[in-house]
């Protein structure tokens, strides 16, 4: 089965992981500070912290932003549960910003009319999430414009978008929000394993984030509000978690950055080949809005019901069966259990519930080989009954 999504591990990772193994620190030690400052100057970030994965991350983030119980959260439907549930972990409550059906994202449109109606209400969001579906950067500057006029917070899901641009930033630049979170999963874009990392430009963010990746326990003798007992001297100063990112994962990192630009540049050729053999085959293939340059993490199709005389779960079952681990992004999350039981019903969010019906990921990572490619595009043409 060719998968929807692989990691892409050289020899250099492997060496880079090794080297650590045999040195002082396993975890949080010099490769998290090197792996921090390495993505932070990529983006053009002030400061960058590691966490042990993007949920933790995300976590920490609205955290920072004292997102706390009975604060409101929104969010786009279409994104993995984790974006929501990181709200939930602390007691807010979530609601959601239907999609935009071109761009698959987070509606600007909805979002501004939502707000609208929010306000009237008085029950404005404290925090909104822009998710960058498939790697494809939201128009942050007008979510950001609707920040301001409204006072929410922004922080950007980038779980999908490491090495994609912003008109000419890099996501992750902050520019435009007040954190930004990557994941690094082996399916993601670059790998630590498990991994993730927070970017903000603002140190007090910074600060608040850095006590929460280790118990909200501090070393750093500037920071410490009692006179010290002696030179073993910690405090805690908040209540915090262990997120830490272990530096045989940073040392991953750094590894897989020095090959995110050609992963991002092989992920685009494929994506054109997709693009190119798909153009005449009556499915929905991924629009590249003008203001963005694509991570391209998913490459995901839409499906027409009866498209070469099948559902899309035929379509996706036939696809499987020729060897093509297909897969399907996302289930809307309002329309999970958990999430039901808040109200949230079938209906509520039509464009992410039709987009859903419709959805199919094929698979696209830099390590697919050309005969597989060549296998995927004319699997596709046989099923859509389009050769
Ligand atoms: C993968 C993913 C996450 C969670 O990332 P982890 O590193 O697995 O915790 C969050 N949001 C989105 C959109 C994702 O795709």
Same mark, same amino acid.
């Given at each position: 089965?060719?998968?929807?999504g ?17 040195? +002082? ?19 053009g970030?002030? =400061? ?11 976590? /920490? ?18 994104? !993995? ?13 979530? +609601? ?30 404290k ?5 960058? $579906?498939?790697?494809?950067?939201? +128009? ?11 006072? !929410?917070?922004v ?68 920071? /410490? =509000? ?54 005449? /085959? ?13 991570a391209?993490?998913?490459y ?14 035929? #379509? ?14 996302y ?10 039981? $808040?109200? $949230? #019903?079938?209906?509520? $969010? ?38």
């Open positions: 089965m060719i998968g929807y692989r990691q892409s591990i050289s020899q250099a990772d492997r060496d880079a992981v090794l080297t650590v193994l045999d040195s +002082d620190y396993l975890t949080q030690g010099p490769k998290n500070v090197e792996f921090e400052e390495l993505v932070s100057a990529y983006c970030a002030k =400061q960058a912290i590691s966490a042990c994965n993007a949920t933790a991350a995300l976590h /920490m983030a609205y955290a920072a932003l004292n997102v706390e119980v009975g604060d409101l959260v929104w969010t786009s439907p279409i994104t !993995f549960v984790a974006t929501a549930n990181a709200a939930r972990f602390l007691g807010a409550d979530i +609601d959601f910003v239907d999609i935009d059906p071109l761009t698959w994202n987070l509606s600007v449109e909805r979002l501004e009319e939502k707000l609208r109606v929010a306000r009237k209400k008085g029950r404005l969001p925090l909104v999430v822009p998710v960058h $579906f498939t790697g494809q950067s939201c +128009d942050m500057e007008r979510i950001s414009q609707l920040a301001k006029e409204y006072g !929410f917070s922080v950007e899901d980038a779980a999908h978008a490491i090495g994609g641009r912003y008109h000419d930033m890099p996501v992750g630049s902050c520019r435009y929000s007040d954190i930004t979170v990557f994941s690094f999963h082996p399916v993601k874009v670059i790998t630590t394993g498990e991994g993730g990392m927070a970017l903000t430009n603002n140190p007090v963010l910074a600060e608040r984030m850095r006590l929460f990746v280790t118990h909200g326990v501090t070393r750093d003798s500037t920071l /410490m =509000q009692l006179p010290a007992d002696g030179p073993w001297s910690y405090e805690m100063l908040s209540l915090g978690w262990n997120y830490r990112l272990t530096d045989m994962q940073a040392a991953l990192g750094i590894s897989q950055m020095t090959r995110l630009d050609d992963f991002v540049t092989r992920r685009h050729e494929i994506a054109g080949r997709y693009d190119q053999a798909f153009a005449d /085959m009556g499915l929905g293939t991924p629009y590249r809005a003008e203001w963005q340059y694509s391209f993490h998913l995901c199709i839409r499906w027409p019901e009866g498209l070469g005389g099948l559902s899309r779960l035929q #379509a996706f079952e036939a696809l499987r069966a020729r060897g093509i681990g297909v897969n399907v992004h289930i809307p999350v309002h329309l999970q259990p958990y999430y039901r039981q $808040f109200g $949230f #019903a079938p209906g509520d $969010f039509p464009q992410a519930e039709s987009y859903y019906k419709e959805a199919i990921t094929l698979p696209l990572h830099p390590s697919l080989t050309e005969a597989e490619i060549t296998h995927i595009i004319q699997s596709i043409g046989e099923v859509a009954q389009a050769v």
